[in-house]
């Protein structure tokens, strides 16, 4: 028996309500986000989850630092259920617990200096104050590839992949045990991804941290992670090492999102697998298994019946009929 892992999800689920009228509004149905999940990550370890706009990703990473409150599920770190803790528990789980946002421009405050954005968490935690948290601030921007004197400028003044440093410095400051990192370099060009990406490989190996990182990009994902986990319409589908889903993909999803990344040899030619159809509305998923209106290779028994998220064997998890 290994050691247990550092965060577990247990049958976590998020519908967000939709209401109908201005007075004595009323529940008219619910966007099911998140349906459902399991998956737990180990400590020191990147778990990669990815899929299709819309289909949950963010949602997930949001719920398990309680940004947004969950509909049910448990999330357990370190021994403690997440969506039970009080305001102070939860405070002092903040510390543990970072996230790197999506879109650099958004998520740091126009008003205030870099030295006081990275500085923030230390005074609120109780970390460092005064000179001593100026000097974490310095030496934390020079960590992630800034210089010290950037301390004293405004956001506006430094591009999109130096302001995601910034994110990472100021999620670094609290020297957290998990990030979520919720797709930290899709707003960024293809060269400045590959720099952050590398930073973020180079902190976890130097500080020890662990990682969920949450892409669309499947080479992204397949160059930082451990383990993958696929994303559909509010469900996990397929999780596995990050090997055997991109050399064996079992589930049909798996293998239509492998089929579109780029091959870097003009010679090669890879078969696509051209999935018909939209994405259905989180309001309203298909019955029995959610990808059966789009799936190349679904059966009578896929319209009904909800496949099981099973063992296939070694640690390879998938919801599908067929395998």
């Not at 410095?169 to 990192?181: H, S």
Request: a negative charge.
């Amino acid at each position: 028996m290994g050691a247990a892992p550092l965060l577990e999800v247990r049958n976590l689920v998020k519908h967000f309500p939709i209401t109908k009228g201005f007075i004595f509004s009323k529940q008219v149905g619910a966007v099911q986000a998140v349906d459902g999940i399991s998956f737990s990550i180990n400590k020191g370890e990147t778990l990669g989850l990815v899929g299709e706009s819309g289909c949950g990703k963010s949602t997930t990473g949001r719920l398990l630092l309680r940004l947004i409150e969950a509909t049910a599920g448990e999330v357990w770190f370190e021994g403690r259920n997440v969506l039970e803790l009080g305001k102070e528990e939860l405070r002092e789980l903040r510390r543990d617990m970072q996230i790197i946002f999506q879109d650099p421009y958004a998520s740091l405050n126009p008003r205030m200096t870099v030295g006081d954005i990275i500085g923030e968490p230390m005074q609120i935690h109780g970390i460092a104050r005064g000179t001593e948290k100026e000097k974490r601030v310095q030496e934390l921007l020079e960590v992630v590839g800034l210089a010290s004197y950037h301390a004293r400028r405004y956001p506006h003044e430094f591009s999109g992949g130096q302001r995601q440093r910034i994110g990472v410095a100021r999620a670094l400051a609290v020297n957290p045990k998990i990030i979520v990192c919720d797709e930290p370099v899709s707003a960024l060009d293809v060269s400045i991804q590959a720099q952050v990406v590398n930073l973020l490989q180079d902190l976890q190996e130097e500080y020890g941290l662990t990682y969920l990182f949450i892409a669309h990009d499947l080479s992204v994902v397949k160059h930082i992670s451990d383990r993958v986990a696929v994303m559909y319409l509010g469900k996990i589908v397929e999780l596995t090492s990050k090997q055997a889903l991109y050399d064996n993909p079992l589930h049909p999803y798996t293998k239509a999102l492998l089929s579109a990344i780029p091959v870097p040899d003009p010679t090669l030619v890879r078969e696509r697998v051209i999935l018909e159809g939209d994405v259905p509305s989180p309001i309203n998923p298909p019955s029995g298994c959610r990808f059966h209106t789009r799936c190349p290779v679904a059966t009578d028994v896929c319209l009904v019946e909800e496949p099981e998220f099973q063992d296939v064997g070694e640690g390879h998890f998938v919801a599908c009929h067929l395998v």
